[in-house]
């Protein structure tokens, strides 16, 4: 029997092969309010196009060093697909990308996102969506594009994922870490509002072993969920960054904590000859932390390695403006504390006194 006599009588459609264009169509359509609610200077366009075009001269540049950062969002999707609470998801996406470019010292453009699902949920991607450009007005840059996938057969049920990719730009000369930086500079902490978007392989087990449903009171915040604890969105630096930068304080590196936490990242924006010792007394842990280490049964090091363990920014400033700094985040909104300093490195790169408050 041939294969022909299995088809249909007109043939076969994309939509009948799992791709619905008309709901990517209707996508379009209804993010463009969130999309317009991201324009900035440089970036006026509508989506649609084939790219997205962004003015570096009409955004005040004169001399740029652009900088990129790529990244998503990892495992945190799962408590939001299994939940059904996707509003927040797309907040954490900027942040994780905007983050990391404000740390080489430069201003976020613009965004791009991807979404890649078995089945477009028209709803539902445009929550997320929205949650991107809420992201984007945060961190002040335009959602100038992305792409989404309908791809049956490669995510199977309620499954997607998220990518994005952000395009900073800093005048020549003034990209972070300094060559100035030097030991005896001060080590300042901004608090993290949670988890943020990292170690979310290990939270999960942690849910799973601890016997608490996604839907359950928080056994560390009161009011909330514990899905809605955990999906608490990671919190975007950028603005009150970039007024400091801009202010004139001697600002000599920024360390965006993410995976690898204390240990892993801040030696990254270090020269080898210095080290970061941190007074883990003096950092304001948030209470899921402290759920997180007793459910799981994890050492002081493991924590360190793996969480931000309550600090999601670090910065190292000279020592003189350091409390005129802790002053200006305080004022815009954080919660800044000093918590360290840089030292000669005779050792490991990251040393600790103290212990957290877990």
Known sequence: MSDKQNLPPNGLSYKQAGVDIDAGNALVEAIKPAVRSTRRSGADGEIGGFGGLFDLKAAGFT???????????????????????HHTIGIDLVAMCVNDIIVQGAEPLFFLDYLATGHLDVEQATSIVEGIAE?????????????????????????????????????????LPRKDIAAGDVLVALTSSGVHSNGYSLVRKIVEVSGVDWFMDAPFSAGQSLSEAL?????????????ALKSGLSIKALAHITGGGFIDNIPR?????????????????PKVFGWLSRSGGMSQREMLRTFNCGVGMLIAVAPEDAPELANQLTAAGETATIVGKLTER???AVSFDGALAL
């Not at 740029?64 to 969002?73: R, T």
């Not at 989404?148 to 395009?167: C, I, N, Q, R």
């Not at 999906?231 to 007024?243: D, E, G, N, S």
């Open 346 to 348: 005779t050792g490991e």
């Open 135 to 175: 992201g984007c007005r945060q961190a002040g840059c335009a959602l100038i594009g992305g792409e989404t996938a309908e791809m049956p057969g490669m995510y199977h049920g309620k499954d997607y994922d998220l990518a994005g990719f952000s395009v900073g730009a800093a005048e020549r000369g003034t990209l």
């Open 63 to 85: 001399d740029p060093v652009l900088v990129a950062a790529n990244d998503g969002v990892g495992t945190k999707l799962k408590i939001a697909i299994e939940t059904g609470r």
């Open 231 to 243: 999906l608490t969105p990671t919190r975007i630096y950028v603005k009150p960054l970039l007024a």
């Open 269 to 285: 924006v270090l020269p080898d000859h210095l080290a970061a010792h941190v007074d883990l007394g003096a950092i304001v842990v």
